[in-house]
């Protein structure tokens, strides 16, 4: 049935607890102050939630060193909290993933402990260690220009470590069955608590082999992919996994599995770069290709579509000519970039909060192929602070209103600072103010949402890219169940003619989101003029603009 496969037709919101909302005035987010804002969640068109890690953590990189899997960070609340988070999203419909961060523990974590200081201890094997430092210890950082090492030496151990991140994450073992029964284990309990998946966290490190002989291209172990969702599927029958896999198209299928057995989900980091190389250059057609290349070519497999997350915009896969254009554009002062591949920016500013670019850029999160996921404050189209380290840049309080604090907590201080002052302050920016506006970002966001939502052969349908006789603009045109829906983006600032055969039809464009209505021309073709950075959605057959769904 067409409701089984949930997240084929999602719209993902991704919250940092943290920065949501504090409900005791101790300056940091909690469940409490989460639960009470599963109302405006769900009136914004929500219908999954996913959590950035919570569990207990010393914070060195933002909870994805974790030191305890089966624990709520003593900050945020108790189990009983997150069970009453949990139960109020499912009592109005929303899923809640959470992310799995099994690569790597925190380095205080218990089992790290224990390993460094017995060679005969039970979690010895449960990390990846060294006598002698190997010879690519300089090989392979994620964090280049921060993170020095892959491999550091323990003096208690009297060995090296294997961390692909940072020096405090030392990697699990993961090829080991005791350490993978134990992410299961992690998986299930999770589940138990309400949860329906997981973003999984760094998967291709997940599953690579580790250790002093692995080289600098490590075979893949994708059976764990198997493992992880047959045992999920098991306890849950409509639960997955969202990859977080920053790969080229022609691994996907390996992620996917040969049968789509593996992950449900995964990010599509090649169309984000080179949607942002569209948006920066003007030029759709590095992203028609990018469309093309990454078809997932199963029923049940899925793309995450995202613009910003919580970490830098990696440009790292993006020709040299490509990548110094969206620096150019988007993240001209070095104090903008990170890691040397990316921008950290949050994508109001990067778009100078230019209203026609924002909804240029939004309308294609939710029409390209796959499910939206959007990250809070997006809606109100929140700024970043670059005074603030690494990424930390784009991971500031939530703005409610022009209260302290942007209405974020009642505490004196808080974990953040909220952004203040000029044009992205929480005094301007801020979910109170645009909620009484019926033309702000957020009341064009709800709208557009529910459009979304109403067009689900986005989220299931076949894809064809459109020619329509300029590079600048994109079409694409979704086929689903008798359904079909046309969908142009123009990236130029100026306005564009384009013409184009929508394929069959009965020579009517019906607009979904104004009365602008297309009529073919006696050739059949259409031809119209889309507005500098304009977008128009359509849907075929007829003037009955909903989707006939009495097929199904
Ligand atoms: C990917 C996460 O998105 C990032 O924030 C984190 O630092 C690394 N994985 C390490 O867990």
Redesign the pocket.
């Known amino acids: 049935m067409i409701s089984d496969l949930w997240y084929k037709n999602a719209v993902i919101y991704c919250i940092a607890v943290e920065s949501f909302m504090d409900s005791d005035g101790d300056g940091v987010g909690d469940f409490r102050g989460l639960t009470r804002r599963l109302d405006y969640l769900h009136g914004l068109g929500v219908t999954a939630i996913w959590l950035m890690p919570f569990q207990a953590s010393p914070g060195k ?2 909870g ?2 974790v030191s305890d899997y089966y624990a709520v960070d003593p900050r945020y609340g108790t189990l009983g909290d997150f069970v009453e988070f949990t139960h109020g999203a499912k009592q109005r419909g929303m899923r809640v993933l959470i992310d799995l ?1 099994v ?2 523990t925190s380095d205080q974590h218990p089992w790290f402990k224990s390993a460094r200081s017995d060679p005969k201890s039970p979690y010895r094997d449960w990390y990846v260690w060294s006598k002698k430092k190997p010879n690519n210890a300089d090989k392979g950082m ?1 964090f280049p220009g921060v993170q020095k090492t892959t491999w550091t030496r323990d003096e208690k151990a009297d060995a090296y470590y294997f961390h692909r ?1 940072y020096d405090f ?1 030392p990697d699990l073992n993961t090829a080991n069955p005791e350490v993978q029964a134990e992410i299961l284990k992690i998986m299930g309990f999770w589940i138990q608590l309400g949860v329906s998946g997981f973003r999984m ?2 998967v291709p490190f997940v599953i690579a082999d580790k250790g002093a002989d692995a080289g600098l291209n490590p075979k893949s172990d994708f059976q764990m992919l198997r493992t992880f969702r047959e045992f999920l599927q098991w306890r849950l029958g409509d639960s997955i996994i969202l990859g ?1 896999a920053n790969i080229v198209p022609k691994e996907a299928k390996k992620y996917f599995g040969d049968d789509g057995d593996r992950l449900q989900m995964m990010f599509n980091f090649h169309v984000n770069q080179n949607l942002f190389y569209a948006l920066a250059s003007s030029d759709a057609q590095p992203l028609s290709k990018a469309l093309n290349e990454t078809k997932p070519g199963y029923d049940t497999a899925q793309w995450g579509l995202f613009l910003r ?3 830098e915009l990696d440009l790292g896969r993006l020709k040299d000519d490509q990548r110094a254009k969206v620096f150019a554009e988007f993240g001209p002062d070095k104090s903008m970039q990170l890691y040397d591949r990316g921008i950290r920016r949050r994508l109001a500013p990067m778009l100078k909060a230019d209203r026609r670019r924002l909804e240029l850029a939004y309308s294609l999160m939710f029409t390209l192929p796959g499910t939206p996921v959007m990250r809070y404050g997006d809606e109100i189209g929140m700024g970043d602070d670059l005074s603030l380290p690494e ?1 930390y840049c784009a991971r500031t309080p939530m703005q409610w209103s022009s209260e302290p604090h942007g209405g974020f907590s009642k505490g004196k201080k808080t974990y953040l600072p909220a952004i203040s002052g000029g044009g992205f302050g929480f005094e301007t920016v801020n979910v109170a103010e645009q909620r009484r506006d019926k033309d702000s970002l957020l009341n064009w966001m709800e709208r557009i949402i529910r459009m979304r939502q109403e067009v689900p052969e986005i989220g299931w349908g076949d894809y064809t890219v459109l020619p329509l006789g300029t590079k600048t603009a994109l079409g694409l045109r979704y086929d689903w169940r008798n359904n079909s829906v046309v969908i142009l983006h123009n990236f130029d600032p100026e306005p564009r003619e384009v013409v184009f055969d929508p394929g069959a039809d009965d020579g009517v464009l019906i607009d979904l989101l104004s009365d602008r209505h297309s009529k073919a021309d006696k050739d059949g073709k259409h031809r119209l003029t889309l507005e500098g950075y304009g977008y128009r959605w359509f849907r075929l057959g007829g003037l009955n603009y909903l989707l006939d769904r009495s097929d199904i």
Do not use: L
């Open positions: 990189d933002d994805y060193d961060v690569n790597h994620v991140f994450q966290d760094a977080e997350n919580h970490d990424r």
